[in-house]
Structure formats: structure tokens, C-alpha cells
């Protein structure tokens, strides 16, 4: 008997600056973010490995910018794939800003 998939559950995680995807408790991926003002500046993605190819990326990415919105913050995508990913989802256009020079010259700062 096969064991039915987990159910993928996004937290945010202040203390680390991120936002975490759990399958069953585990950490699974990442989304990484420093606030800048009223801006969240995405920095990095990743998932595990061991967790590749199930679209975890895509629906930790979705939640994390849910809550951007929800926050009444504006999205800055440094991140490859948080920039890709609002690309094809334009119902975030309106709280996206550019990356800046003087954003990633701040961003340098803050994660050294």
C-alpha cells in the first residue's frame, strides 16, 4: 500500500529571513527575503534535492508572495526564479518594483 503524498505547508520564518515549504515536518525548500522598508527583496530559492520535481518551488514561491500582499509590502525579485515566476503570474505586477543598482548595492550590505 502506497503512502498518499504530503500536503506541502509554507511558514514564514522571520528570525532566518525566509520562508520554508514543509512536507511532513521537514524542511523542503526555502525562499529567501530582507525587508527593505516596505519592500521585501527576494534574494534566493531552493529546494532539496530530495524534493525535486514535484513543483514545490512554484507553490512556496505563490504562498511567499501571498503574504507580501497580505502584509501591504511590495516584492523586489533579485531571485532568478521569484523574477521568473512573477513573469508568468502577472496578478502580482502591481506590488512588483525593479531591482535597482541601489537595491542590490543595499542587499550586499544586509547579507554580506
Request: hydrophobic share 35%; with cysteine; aromatic share 8%.
Amino acid at each position: 500500500m502506497t503512502r498518499p503524498a504530503a500536503t506541502p505547508t509554507v511558514e514564514r520564518n522571520d528570525a532566518e529571513h525566509r520562508y520554508e515549504i514543509l512536507l511532513d515536518g521537514t524542511v523542503a525548500g526555502l525562499t529567501a527575503y530582507r525587508d527593505r522598508g516596505d519592500q521585501r527583496v527576494f534574494h534566493h530559492t531552493e529546494i532539496d534535492d530530495a524534493f525535486a520535481g514535484q513543483g514545490l518551488a512554484s507553490h512556496l514561491v505563490r504562498q511567499a508572495l501571498t503574504d507580501v500582499r497580505a502584509a501591504g509590502k511590495r516584492i523586489v525579485p533579485v531571485c532568478p526564479y521569484v523574477a521568473k515566476y512573477l513573469q508568468k503570474h502577472g496578478e502580482f505586477s502591481d506590488i512588483t518594483d525593479s531591482v535597482t543598482p541601489d537595491v542590490l548595492r543595499w542587499l550586499r550590505t544586509e547579507i554580506g
